[in-house]
């Protein structure tokens, strides 16, 4: 499943899957629909074992499992599906049991505004203010609320944003890479003389230098202006003080 076309091609190859269990079927479902591995279906309840049966038979690899209505409803991904006394089908958001509606922990590290002591969004309306500028800042603990009321007194609305996000979390920073095996760099060679050769290079530095150095060794002064230099004068360029320029 590592592949981005896999999703694709498992959804195609389980709507032909479907539609040929479906097919061969005595018991025909009245409503089938899928999202990703979750089907609501709609069958007459005496149907729904053999139905299971059947389908299950059909790909061994492939098992359904099935969970029925209680109380005329049935959740289906994040919605609760309801039969209405007339036969109507009715949804509204689904809840898990588990679920307490806290979303931020009291003493998490959020703007106080966010919270309530239960730890709850606070969702009290708060009187609509006119500023002139709007401010956005990184959230510090307890500083942060004070900036916010000096900004305000100053017609500025302050608003915080976390530094740390899932992506700086979750993805690694690349290494740096070394100046030296980078292409297209500015560099300095300089000479015991004082004075220092500039030169640029589409290519890694470090191969740039090197050639220098041979230029040098083999006396070549026609590709090299500082084994020109070194030839003429008799001086040495300093190789481990090299430096790019950024």
């Not at 689904?94 to 009291?106: E, N, V």
């Not at 070194?230 to 950024?246: R, Y």
Request: proline share 6%.
């Amino acid at each position: 499943m590592g592949s981005p076309v896999s999703a694709i091609i498992a959804n195609l190859y389980m709507e032909s899957f479907e539609e040929q269990a479906i097919a061969t079927s005595s018991y025909k479902p009245r409503i089938w629909k899928r999202y990703v591995d979750d089907t609501f279906t709609i069958l007459y309840r005496e149907n729904v074992d053999d139905f299971l049966l059947h389908i299950n038979n059909h790909q061994p690899s492939i098992r359904f499992t099935t969970e029925t209505e209680k109380d005329n409803k049935l959740a289906f991904l994040d919605t609760a599906v309801l039969r209405e006394p007339d036969g109507r089908l009715t949804t509204s958001v689904y809840r898990k049991p588990t679920h307490t509606d806290q979303y931020l922990a009291y003493d998490s590290h959020h703007p106080q505004s966010k919270l309530t002591k239960t730890g709850k969004p606070n969702n009290s309306a708060e009187p609509t203010n006119e500023f002139k500028a709007t401010a956005v800042l990184p959230y510090v603990k307890c500083l942060s609320e004070q900036l916010r009321r000096c900004l305000k007194q100053q017609g500025v609305r302050a608003v915080f944003k976390s530094e740390t996000t899932p992506r700086s979390q979750l993805v690694p920073s690349k290494d740096a890479v070394d100046p030296a095996k980078q292409d297209g760099v500015v560099y300095r060679i300089p000479c015991e003389c004082g004075k220092v050769y500039i030169g640029e290079t589409g290519r890694p530095m470090l191969d740039r230098i090197e050639e220098h150095d041979r230029d040098i060794r083999l006396a070549r002064t026609e590709t090299s202006a500082v084994s020109e230099h070194a030839h003429n004068t008799g001086h040495k360029p300093l190789w481990n003080e090299v430096k790019f320029i950024d």
